[in-house]
């Protein structure tokens, strides 16, 4: 027993002292192999093998470099700051300086946008959803109660004329974008994204309820406080006439949620901003 633990032993031994050996003996000629000068009396073999090592070692941290520079290269403001300057129209406003690479403040833009977007939608969606049942009820009625051809003539008539006059010239070419490009200007580092209140009632601010200039503040309160006043009205109408105008209504809200969804997608993919005023106040612009 105790020879063929020594003999064990011994052949542990030896071979941990082969290994050393030769460990040391590679070292050994890697380093006179580098420190050979290079001069025009280096063999053919040191010329060839130090140079192509050299170049490979080059090569990798070339391509890994190229590789990185896509990713490092990419501006906080998206694609729209890689295709103009930094200007207050650009994705994310491109107005934070130096904080707009922190990850905080690009999620924090980000919440902005899409709260401030979608939160518009959202209300819309509500008033919509209200509304509809009132909207709907000719084609519930009975034979008995149904419209006349006139009625709905009118019916017809109020949808087109909501869907042009409040879906297309209101929403669509000044309210969407408007809000859009609002949502989109909640960057930490300028007055109104250092203001977290902003943050949380961002759809109000992307409506320009505050944090505008004053003819948009007069706009937007007048609007708001004139269709609040139109439906306390409409509320008090015979059910026919409440109807046709609900009808149209209907239409306007459900194209002006539309549009709201079509700039954000817009601007998300072209990675440029609706090129409407964001009607910020002039501190706010600093």
Same mark, same amino acid.
């Given at each position: 027993?105790?020879?063929?633990?020594? /003999?064990?032993?011994?052949?542990?031994?030896?071979?941990?002292?082969?290994?050393? !050996?030769?460990?040391?003996? =590679?070292?050994g000629f890697v380093a006179k192999t580098i420190s050979t000068p290079s001069s025009t009396s280096t063999s053919a073999s040191s010329r060839t093998t130090i140079p192509s090592a050299t170049f490979l070692l080059q090569r990798t941290k070339t391509r890994t470099t190229a590789a990185l520079?896509? %990713?490092? =290269?990419?501006?906080?403001g998206g694609a729209a700051a890689? @295709?103009?300057?930094?200007?207050?129209?650009?994705?994310?406003? *491109?107005?934070?300086?130096?904080?707009?690479?922190?990850?905080?403040?690009?999620?924090?833009?980000?919440?902005?946008s899409i709260w401030g977007s979608f939160g518009v939608v959202y209300i819309l969606a509500k008033a919509i959803s209200r509304v509809l049942p009132i909207a709907l009820e000719p084609f519930r009625s009975t034979s008995a109660s149904a419209? =006349?051809?006139?009625? &709905?003539?009118?019916? @017809? *008539?109020?949808c087109l004329f909501f869907a042009y006059a409040d879906g297309y010239k209101g929403f669509h070419l000044k309210f969407a974008p408007l809000c859009v490009k609002r949502s989109f200007t909640l960057v930490i580092g300028?007055?109104?994204? #250092? #203001?977290?209140?902003?943050?949380?009632?961002?759809?109000?601010? =992307?409506?320009?309820?505050?944090?505008?200039?004053?003819?948009?503040? %007069?706009?937007? &309160?007048?609007v708001s406080l004139g269709v609040a006043a139109i439906v306390? !009205?409409?509320?008090?109408?015979?059910?026919?006439p409440r109807? %046709?105008?609900?009808a149209g209504v209907v239409v306007g809200l459900t194209l002006g949620s539309a549009s709201i969804l079509y700039h954000y997608a817009r601007s998300v993919l072209t990675g440029k901003?609706?090129? %409407?005023?964001?009607? /910020?106040? !002039? *501190?706010a612009t600093k």
């Open positions: 027993m105790n020879f063929h633990r020594r /003999l064990r032993l011994s052949t542990i031994v030896t071979v941990l002292f082969c290994l050393g !050996v030769s460990a040391v003996l =590679s070292e520079n896509p %990713i490092r =290269s990419v501006p906080s890689t @295709a103009t300057p930094a200007t207050s129209t650009s994705l994310f406003a *491109a107005a934070s300086g130096g904080s707009a690479d922190c990850p905080f403040t690009k999620s924090m833009a980000a919440f902005g419209f =006349s051809p006139v009625q &709905w003539s009118l019916y @017809a *008539a109020s300028t007055p109104q994204g #250092n #203001n977290p209140l902003h943050y949380l009632l961002a759809p109000l601010y =992307s409506m320009g309820l505050f944090q505008a200039t004053r003819k948009r503040l %007069i706009i937007s &309160w007048g306390a !009205v409409v509320k008090k109408l015979p059910p026919t109807c %046709i105008l609900d901003l609706p090129t %409407i005023d964001a009607c /910020l106040p !002039v *501190a």
